[in-house]
């Protein structure tokens, strides 16, 4: 079984300037997940998606991230513009529908470190 | 909102060494628990789950971890350790049936050969 698929793996940009990571979950997982994991730190959920409908953004900071699933299947998430303190690991996840009793269960992809100057 | 607490943030034990790592959460109602592992260079994935029934649960590779709903925690335990073992341990809650995932800050272990 292919596992989640994250791109790129490292990207070094320098603050006010935009990226963006791509995302592909597992085949035929509902629920995506988009982690910010700061050196140090525990992974911190940003967003959810079920199917291409957004669960919770609460933690999104929304002025400068964005994220979308088209067709409910590919994920991008855009930051812009940088600041210093985005610098962290991305951290794509994916689980099936949490109604099939597979709650929490999620496959991580091996994330996008990203580093601003 | 709920939140989960990792007392040690550095481990390092020699191998044969038992193992007990702490992990406290914060939440008055259902809980479903996690230990989730990152091994070096690779990605995170899950050790073991607690949803309900047996407070003790086995998972992959001999841990275990035990439920006290009294202390409001999930310790992870290993009686020998090896130094596979050396990995990044997380501790996750999810509340009420949902399906939101919520770190503490990790434990770092390294075990010595």
């Known amino acids: 079984e292919a596992g989640v698929a994250q791109s790129p793996r490292y990207k070094i940009i320098e603050k006010r300037q935009s990226v963006a990571f791509w995302c592909n979950p597992i085949?035929?997982?509902?629920?995506l997940y988009w982690y910010q994991q700061i050196l140090g730190q525990g992974p911190k959920l940003l967003i959810q998606?079920?199917?291409?409908?957004?669960?919770?953004d609460s933690q999104l900071p929304k002025d400068r991230f964005s994220a979308e699933r088209l067709k409910g299947v590919d994920s991008t998430l855009k930051i812009q513009p940088a600041k210093l303190e985005d610098s962290a690991v991305y951290l794509c996840?994916?689980?099936?529908?949490?109604?099939?009793?597979?709650?929490?269960?999620?496959?991580f992809g091996e994330g996008s470190r990203l580093t601003v100057l | 909102a709920q939140s989960v607490s990792q007392h040690n943030h550095h481990v390092i034990l020699s191998e044969a060494a038992s193992l007990e790592l702490g992990c406290n959460y914060s939440?008055?109602?259902?809980?479903?628990l996690f230990w989730y592992v990152q091994y070096p260079g690779q990605h995170l994935q899950l050790l073991l789950k607690?949803?309900?029934?047996?407070?003790l649960v086995k998972g992959i590779k001999g841990f275990e971890a035990e439920f006290i709903k009294s202390k409001f925690s999930f310790n992870l335990r290993k009686p020998s350790v090896q130094w596979s073992d050396t990995a990044e341990y997380f501790c996750?809650?999810?509340?009420?049936?949902?399906?939101?995932?919520?770190f503490g800050g990790g434990t770092r272990l390294m075990v010595k050969p």
């Open positions: 939440y008055g109602g259902t809980v479903n």
């Open positions: 996840a994916s689980s099936l529908d949490a109604y099939r009793g597979r709650v929490g269960e999620l496959f």
């Open positions: 998606f079920q199917n291409n409908g957004v669960v919770d």
């Open positions: 607690y949803f309900s029934g047996d407070p």
């Open positions: 996750a809650v999810t509340v009420d049936a949902g399906n939101m995932l919520t």
């Open positions: 085949s035929g997982h509902a629920t």
